[in-house]
């Protein structure tokens, strides 16, 4: 670890709140792409507390799009890269999990479809917490948030995680990787092994949100290690339409000792036949460790 | 050739101090052996390693306590901010 460059591509003084894991994420992507490397935002967490006005956070070009395009702003500048000719400079994309999962599926495809030539990566909090919690594609099952708050009728989000990597590999894209910014050396080799293929490239990293989520901002990297070893969140890379390199967890932990850490899960434990739901997050942890072998 | 600050100057949001946000204030002790893995943690970008010792930038750390957390030796404690 301590040969590697520490090269330091994010400004201090951004506005993210204390604890944050998209602004641990984004300093372990930025790393292994270095400098000569061009950005796009789609609007959210990371383009809102990186870009106040006349303050920006990036030392590298950094380009904000719209929610829906992303996707697509990343194939215009990699079109105009060509035209002048500039071969070797890294394109990026970083985008939430609302810009990537729900409104810029759209153009995420399309840019997979027309096979542009650009590292798309989703930093994956789980909700639109930019604006104030509200669900979104990638919401958990039974997770509470504004918009599925739990009640004595409700017990949060009803609907299940979208498998966004397992899209992405139907468009037959070159590289797809799910990482987490709890075990940076992964997320970092992952970003550097995508930035090196032709073609593009999708990684999601689950960057847990202390605010959004209900736990104690010095615990950012705990929960996102827990969600790994429960078998909520796999860790892999995928290689012909099967997953490989699967980030293995030693010992199983059960699901309650990742869900007692958030409060946006704390309605699960009040009430006894919420016992149910809990279980049924227990399956699809083992389903997950099964089907992935963690 | 890329040139940086077409429209903004690149990391000018170093105007903006964020360590008054701090409440609790984390101190590197004797025992920081310099792994780095606090650097590599950090969200504020605030920490640096000079000489094998984690150094904190308190004009910009927010004091969330994340590097207290997964320092694997214990080295960095969080006490009250009384500045």
Same mark, same amino acid.
């Given at each position: 670890?301590?040969?590697?460059?520490?090269?330091?591509?994010?400004?201090?003084?951004?506005?993210?709140?204390?604890?944050?894991?998209?602004?641990?994420?984004?300093?372990?992507?930025?790393?292994?792409?270095?400098?000569?490397?061009?950005?796009?935002?789609?609007?959210?967490?990371?383009?809102?507390?990186?870009?106040?006005?006349?303050?920006?956070?990036?030392?590298?070009?950094?380009?904000?799009?719209?929610?829906?395009?992303?996707?697509?702003?990343?194939?215009?500048?990699?079109?105009?890269?060509?035209?002048?000719? /500039?071969?070797?400079?890294?394109?990026?994309?970083?985008?939430?999990?609302?810009?990537?999962?729900?409104?810029?599926?759209?153009?995420?495809?399309?840019?997979?479809?027309?096979?542009?030539?650009?590292?798309?990566?989703?930093?994956?909090?789980?909700?639109?917490?930019?604006?104030?919690?509200?669900?979104?594609?990638?919401?958990?099952?039974?997770?509470?948030?504004?918009?599925?708050?739990?009640?004595?009728?409700?017990?949060?989000?009803?609907?299940?995680?979208?498998?966004?990597?397992?899209?992405?590999?139907?468009?037959?894209?070159?590289?797809?990787?799910?990482?987490?910014?709890?075990?940076?050396?992964?997320?970092?080799?992952?970003?550097?092994?995508?930035?090196?293929?032709?073609?593009?490239?999708?990684?999601?990293?689950?960057?847990?949100?202390?605010?959004?989520?209900?736990?104690?901002?010095?615990?950012?990297?705990?929960?996102?290690?827990?969600?790994?070893?429960?078998?909520?969140?796999?860790?892999?890379?995928?290689?012909?339409?099967?997953?490989?390199?699967?980030?293995?967890?030693?010992?199983?932990?059960?699901?309650? /000792?990742?869900?007692?850490?958030?409060?946006?899960?704390?309605?699960?434990?009040?009430?006894?036949?919420?016992?149910?739901?809990?279980?049924?997050?227990?399956?699809?942890?083992?389903?997950?460790?099964?089907?992935?072998?963690? | 050739?890329?040139?940086?600050?077409?429209?903004?100057?690149?990391?000018?949001?170093?105007?903006?101090?964020?360590?008054?946000?701090?409440?609790?204030?984390?101190?590197?002790?004797?025992?920081?052996?310099?792994?780095?893995?606090?650097?590599?943690?950090?969200?504020?970008?605030?920490?640096?390693?000079?000489?094998?010792?984690?150094?904190?930038?308190?004009?910009?750390?927010?004091?969330?306590?994340?590097?207290?957390?997964?320092?694997?030796?214990?080295?960095?404690?969080?006490?009250?901010?009384?500045?």
């Amino acid at each position: 670890m301590a040969s590697q460059e520490r090269i330091n591509l994010l400004a201090p003084g951004h506005r993210a709140c204390p604890g944050c894991g998209a602004a641990v994420a984004l300093r372990q992507i930025l790393r292994p792409l270095g400098r000569n490397t061009i950005a796009v935002s789609a609007t959210g967490c990371v383009e809102t507390f990186t870009s106040p006005y006349d303050q920006s956070s990036w030392e590298v070009p950094w380009m904000h799009s719209l929610f829906e395009n992303s996707g697509a702003v990343a194939s215009g500048v990699r079109a105009a890269l060509d035209v002048q000719g /500039e071969k070797d400079v890294n394109l990026v994309v970083i985008s939430g999990d609302g810009g990537t999962f729900d409104i810029g599926m759209g153009a995420l495809s399309g840019m997979l479809e027309r096979k542009d030539n650009v590292t798309y990566i989703c930093y994956d909090n789980e909700a639109y917490m930019n604006t104030g919690v509200q669900r979104s594609g990638s919401t958990p099952h039974a997770a509470a948030t504004t918009t599925t708050p739990s009640g004595k009728k409700s017990y949060g989000k009803i609907e299940y995680k979208k498998d966004v990597p397992g899209i992405v590999w139907a468009h037959d894209a070159e590289y797809v990787a799910t990482a987490s910014i709890a075990y940076p050396q992964d997320l970092m080799r992952k970003v550097k092994k995508a930035n090196e293929i032709y073609g593009p490239k999708y990684i999601q990293v689950h960057t847990p949100c202390c605010i959004g989520w209900g736990f104690d901002a010095s615990k950012t990297i705990q929960v996102g290690k827990l969600a790994v070893e429960t078998g909520l969140v796999p860790i892999y890379e995928m290689e012909k339409g099967q997953p490989v390199k699967v980030k293995k967890a030693a010992e199983k932990k059960p699901i309650e /000792e990742y869900l007692k850490v958030q409060s946006r899960f704390k309605h699960l434990f009040k009430e006894q036949e919420r016992d149910e739901v809990i279980k049924e997050l227990q399956a699809i942890c083992n389903a997950n460790i099964e089907h992935f072998g963690i | 050739m890329l040139r940086v600050g077409s429209v903004c100057e690149a990391g000018k949001s170093r105007l903006n101090k964020t360590g008054d946000w701090r409440t609790l204030r984390p101190q590197v002790t004797d025992k920081c052996n310099g792994c780095g893995i606090c650097e590599l943690f950090c969200p504020d970008s605030c920490i640096v390693l000079e000489n094998k010792k984690a150094v904190i930038d308190y004009d910009y750390c927010k004091g969330c306590g994340i590097c207290a957390n997964e320092c694997p030796k214990q080295a960095i404690e969080m006490e009250e901010e009384r500045n």
